[in-house]
DNA sequence: CCCGATTCCTGTAGGC
DNA sequence: TGCCTACAGGAATCGG
């Protein structure tokens, strides 16, 4: 499930191989994915020089030397590799939907068995694309403050889970990193987010900085479909202190880790720790 | 505008 | 062993 340290580790293990490299080719095996992809990909990136790739929340942005952009979208079970040679580059499985392929037979991979995925392109700024328009600060940049997130959390009136998870309020933040945070931070994930105080506020925007840097840090997280670019996984599943770990029990007090459904997700969090 | 429910999809796990 | 169902979830979209 990429949220934002998977989505930020897929960026740094692509970039390095195809900066500034011309695309050769594209070949789409399967358009249908959360989004059809546009027939019209490959002439628009053929011949085009990457210059960059940027990621804003959960989006990579694929910089051309054009007017274009592509943007690409893991979902929930997307993952980018690369593959230096045409030897190395193995017989598509059936998820993998589209490769891109650059000089020297650098090929890079999408792989999404479930295609909540997406592969757009997008002309001009792609910041004032429909889809990423609306988005929230980046938790791991400077506009992501405790009082942005207070003054938000009073003018709303869904859960403290359901308000961290929203990208209008703060992006990259998935199921798993939000109940980590809440179970940081000692909060119920099921409190009304206009009752938590400014001090805890505080402490929660500390803690989603904390396990996001974390996470990162660790190759992100690996629990079922997501690797890095070379196949490895992440290991940040082994921090994970309550995210899966229904009825074990609680890192801090021994207590059984509770899993409840709020907004129609699956949340974990320790009873006692968290009020 | 805000919010809850529904929707897309397929692999996996659990029950019988 | 095999069949069936529930579940996993990012986020758009719809209806109230």
Known sequence: MPELPEVETTRRGIEPHIKGLRVEAVKIR?????????????????GRQILEVERRGKY???????????????????????????????????????????????????RDPR??????????????????????????????????????ARSRRVTIKQLIMDSRVVVGVGNI?????????GIRPGRACHRVSRL????LRDAIVHVLR???????????????????PGY?????????????PCHNCGAPVRQRRIGQRSSFYCPVCQR
């Open 214 to 232: 974390e996470a990162i840090g660790q190759g992100g997280t690996t629990l079922r479909d997501f690797v890095r670019e070379d196949g490895r």
């Open 200 to 203: 805890r506020c505080h402490v």
């Open 30 to 46: 399967n358009s249908r994915l959360r989004w059809p992809v546009p027939p019209t990909l490959p002439d628009s990136l053929i």
């Open 115 to 152: 295609r909540f995925g997406a592969v757009l392109m997008t002309e001009g700024d792609p910041l004032a694309h429909p889809l990423l328009r609306h988005l929230g600060p980046e938790p791991l940049e400077s506009g992501f403050t405790s009082d942005y997130l207070h003054a938000t």
């Open 236 to 248: 940040f599943q082994q921090q994970l202190k309550v995210y899966g770990r229904s009825g074990l």
């Open 177 to 185: 990193y939000a109940s980590e945070a809440l179970f940081l931070s």
């Open 60 to 110: 990579l942005l694929f910089r051309t030397d054009g007017a274009e952009t592509m943007i690409v979208h893991l979902g929930m079970s997307g993952s980018l590799s690369i593959s230096k040679d045409t030897n190395s580059t193995g017989a598509p499985g059936p998820h993998d939907h589209l490769d891109w392929l650059f000089p020297g037979g650098i090929c890079m991979r999408l």
